[in-house]
């Protein structure tokens, strides 16, 4: 008697699959565009200098986020394992922007690979940089083996975010 009523409930779970899948194919069904390909407002791209941000590790490392627009206006998130938590801003000078970009193109940032990671690898932060150069806005992740000149950036960035007087800014 159990074999048979077995027998009849595995029989009824495959007929339900089959059902599932013959009326999920009737379905019509709209692409997915992947995030990475969404556009952003032009307005936004076009304002957007430089993004920074480290993610969390398995230790104490730094997390947060750094954004400058072109105006030089910035905005820091300080998330984990920094001197300053929550929303700030500050007003980045020309003459640091302007060494940014230096130091972006003589390490050849917009000549590199746009991830640099292993998925056996999961211990690790990923540092993400994008910089805006003649109306592209290049994006570079680094989580594990990306050049080592892009240290040579992120002490740039690391030094700049230090240099400059931050003031708390509510996250409205």
Do not use: H
Not at 6 to 15: D, E, G, I, P
């Amino acid at each position: 008697m159990r074999f048979l009523f077995s027998l009849l409930l595995l029989a009824s779970v495959l007929f339900a699959c089959k059902e599932k899948k013959a009326s999920a194919a009737e379905i019509p069904t709209k692409p997915i565009q992947p995030a990475a390909e969404v556009e952003k407002p032009k307005e936004l791209v076009d304002s957007i200098f430089l993004t920074y941000q480290r993610t969390p590790c398995f230790g104490m490392c730094p997390v947060f986020n750094l954004t400058i627009l072109k105006s030089g206006q910035a905005i820091y998130e300080g998330k984990n394992f920094t001197d300053r938590m929550g929303f700030y801003q500050s007003k980045i000078d020309e003459t640091a922007l302007q060494r940014i970009m230096f130091v972006a193109d003589s390490i050849g940032y917009f000549s590199l690979e746009e991830n640099y990671d292993n998925d056996k690898v999961t211990d690790l932060p990923t540092t993400t940089t994008s910089l805006l150069k003649s109306g592209s806005l290049r994006k570079v992740a680094n989580r594990y083996k990306a050049p080592k000149s892009l240290q040579i950036l992120y002490k740039e960035l690391d030094a700049m975010i230090e240099s400059v007087e931050w003031k708390p800014r509510s996250n409205n």
